[in-house]
């Protein structure tokens, strides 16, 4: 299980240092992509397999379902990660998610989220509900 969180900044090469809880469930590839919320994801391949197969399931004909569909997938990328625990980001998901230098990690159960710091903050920031007006609407869905 993937948690936590955790800041720090990408390199003159744009390489992001994985943190080091994080390498041992992605293991040396993953894939990444853009997220919701101006951020990116980052899947072990096992994960990435396992989403792969509940998109495959959304009917083709929703023009909604193959918007998200593409969504993940035409901006997906392979990655592997260094034996110093860095990874790449590629120009356009760092400028999807406006990541320049300094970002955050956050490890939520079966992936990562890398925000930029920024982005991170602002997020944090207009979060409008209480954990327990949170809780209290998460209910509809039995947890």
Same mark, same amino acid.
């Given at each position: 299980m993937l948690? =936590?969180?955790?800041q720090n900044s990408i390199d003159a090469k744009c390489r992001m240092i994985v943190p080091s809880k994080y390498r041992e469930e992605l293991g040396y590839r993953c894939v990444l992509t853009k997220g919701i919320d101006k951020c990116l994801y980052i899947y072990p391949f096992e994960e990435w397999g396992k989403f792969k197969a509940k998109l495959e399931t959304?009917?083709? =004909?929703?023009?909604n379902a193959r918007r998200l569909v593409r969504h993940y997938f035409a901006n997906a990328v392979e990655c592997e990660i260094d034996k110093q625990g860095r990874m790449t980001l590629p120009q356009e998901l760092r400028e999807y998610a406006n990541i320049e230098k300094e970002l955050v990690t956050v490890g939520i159960l079966n992936k990562i989220e890398v925000w930029s710091k920024s982005e991170w903050e602002k997020a944090?920031?207009?979060e409008s509900l209480e954990p327990s007006d949170l809780a209290q609407k998460l209910e509809n869905y039995g947890i």
């Open positions: 948690m =936590g969180k955790y959304l009917p083709s =004909g929703d023009p944090e920031a207009e």
